[in-house]
């Protein structure tokens, strides 16, 4: 049992303890009939667990964020972000095609990508095929404008990732470059 707990990714076993905990506790409720949770109350759980998710990730963005002293601020939809280097090139809009330079990793350091290994990334601004956090991240810059995004994941790969490099429910921290905007 132990050889199987160290193979399991400590990012997905908290987790899963937690869903673990809320369905337990959940099910011993309705012990004696177990047919009585009406769908009302098994969304209020789902939704509860996932609160929870969310809280946790928060939690480990912000002391991430804080052992690095950086100043960044934190968007309605919980990615944190920051431009360390402003310019005053052309600002993003939707129905551009973004080109940049950019560097991902997870919280714990591990590099996962780059553009010196895989090149310049280039997207549709507002038609998707990327992160929605990188589409949003995206939106605050401007053409050579520098900064760092951290994503939970549910603005990253979510539950599963990537099937890659980023395991199941990861944070991702982007640090990226726009260095220019086209025409599609």
Not at 107 to 128: A, H, I, N
Request: glycine share 8%; aromatic share 8%; charged share 25%.
């Amino acid at each position: 049992m132990r050889n199987f707990l160290s193979k399991i990714n400590r990012n997905i076993l908290i987790p899963i303890i937690l869903f673990s905990l809320i369905v337990t506790i959940a099910c011993s409720q309705n012990k004696n009939n177990r047919n009585t949770a009406t769908p009302k109350q098994y969304k209020e759980n789902l939704l509860q667990a996932n609160k929870g998710l969310v809280d946790l990730d928060q939690d480990r963005i912000e002391s991430y964020v804080k052992r690095r002293n950086w100043d960044m601020k934190v968007s309605e939809t919980g990615m944190w972000y920051q431009i360390y280097d402003k310019k005053d090139g052309e600002k993003t809009k939707e129905k551009k095609i973004a080109h940049l330079k950019y560097q991902i990793n997870l919280l714990d350091g591990t590099l996962c990508y780059t553009s010196d290994s895989l090149g310049v990334m280039k997207f549709k601004v507002g038609q998707g095929g990327v992160e929605s956090g990188l589409e949003e991240a995206i939106l605050l810059m401007g053409v050579g404008d520098k900064g760092r995004f951290i994503m939970p994941p549910h603005l990253a790969h979510g539950l599963l990732g990537d099937n890659n490099k980023i395991p199941p429910r990861s944070i991702i921290v982007y640090q990226t470059e726009l260095i220019k905007l086209t025409n599609y």
